[in-house]
């Protein structure tokens, strides 16, 4: 079992649509959790940062971390084509657990919003 | 956001040269900074971490004296591909980390090409 899981897709929504990306994990050490966005050819965009548990809003864009499930997402709300990417779920235990801080990458999935 | 400089974005050189590859954190300071791969539609495949001051260190697989790293300052590491071949014809992504809060920024990446 991989670290962490990240269904590649690609995922095919409409213009408008809620979209919601996952990645499980096996480490209950991580916990700082990042959402990236990456255009083709180009390099990650950092989205979204969380520490633990909970959730975080930042426009269209909700982060939510269930540390009891080993769960995270993002949703993002009215879909726009520009917003047809691959986006990467990062984790990391951090150094303040006194863990090394190479983050751990789920292997991206694909969404394409179509007009 | 901080923003990390990744330069050249694209190289095209004939087999057998050595290709240099610039990272510089812009706005912040960088202890740490990491270089990727990545292949057409993969995931990111972390090469090595680079520690201003010291030396590299490189993941399993990857062979040292083929990507040499130097991060001799605190806003600059580089990425030196010796004697370049077709298989190492790929995307390149650097990565810088900001503290205290270990964030994660990405450059927009380097596409080698090796005629």
């Known amino acids: 079992q991989k670290e962490v899981e990240q269904d590649p897709g690609p995922l095919s929504v409409p213009e408008g649509a809620i979209v919601s990306l996952n990645c499980t994990y096996s480490n209950s050490a991580f916990q700082y959790f990042m959402w990236y966005r990456q255009y083709s050819r180009k390099g990650p965009e950092l989205l979204m940062y969380?520490?633990?548990?909970g959730n975080k809003e930042d426009g269209r864009f909700t982060a939510q971390v269930d540390k009891s499930s080993k769960y995270i997402s993002l949703f993002i709300r009215d879909s726009q084509p520009s917003d047809s990417a691959t986006y990467l779920c990062?984790?990391?235990?951090?150094?303040?657990?006194?863990?090394?801080?190479?983050?751990?990458f789920g292997r991206g999935t694909s969404l394409i919003v179509h007009p | 956001g901080a923003v990390v400089s990744q330069h050249p974005s694209r190289v095209i050189c004939k087999s057998g040269t050595s290709v240099k590859i610039e990272c510089r954190s812009l706005?912040?300071?960088?202890?740490?900074m990491f270089w990727y791969r990545q292949f057409p539609k993969k995931s990111l495949m972390l090469m090595a971490t680079?520690?201003?001051?010291?030396?590299?260190?490189?993941e399993q697989g990857v062979e040292k004296d083929k990507f040499l790293i130097n991060h001799a300052s605190l806003t600059l590491s580089t990425l030196t591909v010796t004697s370049a071949h077709p298989e190492d014809s790929s995307f390149y992504i650097c990565?810088?980390?900001?503290?205290?809060?270990?964030?994660?920024?990405f450059g927009s990446g380097t596409q080698l090409s090796v005629l």
């Open positions: 969380t520490y633990s548990s």
């Open positions: 990062a984790m990391t235990p951090g150094h303040a657990s006194g863990g090394s801080y190479i983050p751990t």
């Open positions: 706005d912040f300071q960088a202890t740490t």
């Open positions: 680079s520690n201003e001051g010291s030396k590299a260190t490189y």
């Open positions: 990565s810088a980390k900001t503290e205290p809060n270990e964030k994660l920024f």
